[in-house]
């Protein structure tokens, strides 16, 4: 089974930009497609970018974040990114990585993003 920790979340001014990770123990890690999803409060969580198995393979990202979010991997590193540039107040969520498909991973405990001046 594989396990999630996400981390580089924290309080940032709107337009600013910060830096998620997701490490994933596991073997199987690299043969799947992962995603950012993001709960605000009061709101269900939603996916907001997906990148393919490999580390060049497709990039989906819903269009709140476009042309704003950069999702990546480093398969060699169990590790998924999320780089988040001109935040905006609308940002601020606790973010989870994790697999798209079905069945999904487990939950880790996600990182909390907020913008806010």
């Known amino acids: 089974q594989v396990q999630l920790v996400e981390s580089g979340g924290g309080l940032v001014q709107p337009g600013g930009s910060l830096r998620l990770s997701c490490a994933a123990s596991?073997?199987?890690?690299?043969?799947?497609?992962m995603g950012w999803y993001r709960q605000a409060p009061g709101k269900q969580r939603e996916l907001v970018a997906t990148i393919a198995s490999d580390s060049g393979g497709n990039r989906v990202y819903v269009d709140s974040v476009k042309g704003r979010f950069i999702i990546s991997r480093d398969n060699a590193k169990n590790t998924v990114y999320l780089q988040m540039n001109s935040l905006k107040p609308e940002d601020t969520a606790v973010y989870y990585c994790?697999?798209?498909?079905?069945?999904?991973?487990?939950w880790g405990q996600g990182t909390q993003v907020t913008v806010s001046s």
């Open positions: 994790n697999t798209p498909t079905i069945p999904i991973f487990s």
């Open positions: 596991g073997t199987i890690f690299n043969g799947y497609a």
